[in-house]
């Protein structure tokens, strides 16, 4: 990411964070509090702080709060999944030690329009998947191809282990180790076509271009997104994980 796109989108997310606080101010003041909490209230969900996260309702600066909320919160993500359609059979959580294991763990087979090949993850994992999958990968999809997107393919998302350097392997801890991230590496659709990142990041025409969008659009929803112009070992695939600074290459 050049330092020019890095600048700008810390500018945007700043203006959409100042609406955000306007906008909440504006709604609370005056008997705004009543408003909003009312049963009946005209303030649709997703600009109502108070309401929790619908992950198909058009995107607001109120949604990045809601999301917040359910990401910390596993009875939110699980509900916002169940009510998007996302299939996540709920799982014990797994305990290994302090640096492996699952917490809001479940069995991830669908999302809110696409099949996912059954994967252990998180209930946080799923959450964001599912808002890229949603807000981005079928729109763009529908915009640059003429289709839908069927399936997403992954390679896994929890793996215990530290991370992986191109010298090397790291003494820290890989954001897999707790299934805070999930790598995809293809996309098959509904008209038979199938993409996948090895062999056409590159390529010219629409369907390059959906790839590059699809990742771009990742690091609206996850803090640390990583392809195939990071390093030789994200060739294949988009490393998509929640925790982080924010970074996305």
Not at 163 to 178: D, E, L, N, V
Not at 201 to 208: I, K, S, V, Y
């Amino acid at each position: 990411m050049s330092k020019h796109t890095g600048r700008r989108r810390f500018l945007l997310s700043a203006a959409s964070f100042v609406f955000s606080i306007a906008v909440v101010a504006i709604l609370f003041g005056g008997g705004g509090w009543w408003l909003l909490a009312h049963p009946e209230t005209p303030v649709p969900s997703h600009w109502n702080p108070l309401r929790e996260l619908k992950i198909t309702a058009p995107v607001t600066p109120i949604t990045r709060f809601q999301l917040n909320r359910a990401l910390a919160n596993e009875v939110q993500c699980r509900a916002a999944l169940a009510d998007a359609g996302a299939n996540f059979e709920a799982m014990d959580d797994l305990i290994v030690d302090e640096n492996c294991g699952i917490t809001g763990r479940g069995l991830l087979s669908a999302l809110v329009t696409s099949d996912v090949n059954a994967v252990e993850t998180s209930c946080a994992t799923t959450l964001r998947l599912a808002m890229w999958e949603h807000h981005v990968v079928q729109p763009t999809a529908r915009d640059l191809l003429g289709t839908q997107v069927s399936r997403l393919r992954h390679v896994g998302s929890y793996n215990c282990r530290q991370m992986r350097t191109a010298q090397g392997q790291s003494s820290g801890w890989s954001s897999h180790a707790k299934a805070d991230s999930i790598d995809i590496v293809g996309l098959q659709f509904a008209d038979g076509r199938s993409l996948t990142l090895l062999s056409d990041w590159g390529a010219e025409g629409p369907e390059g271009q959906y790839l590059r969008q699809i990742w771009r659009g990742a690091c609206d929803w996850f803090r640390v997104v990583l392809g195939p112009d990071f390093n030789h070992l994200h060739a294949d695939h988009f490393h998509l994980q929640g925790p982080g600074w924010g970074y996305c290459r």
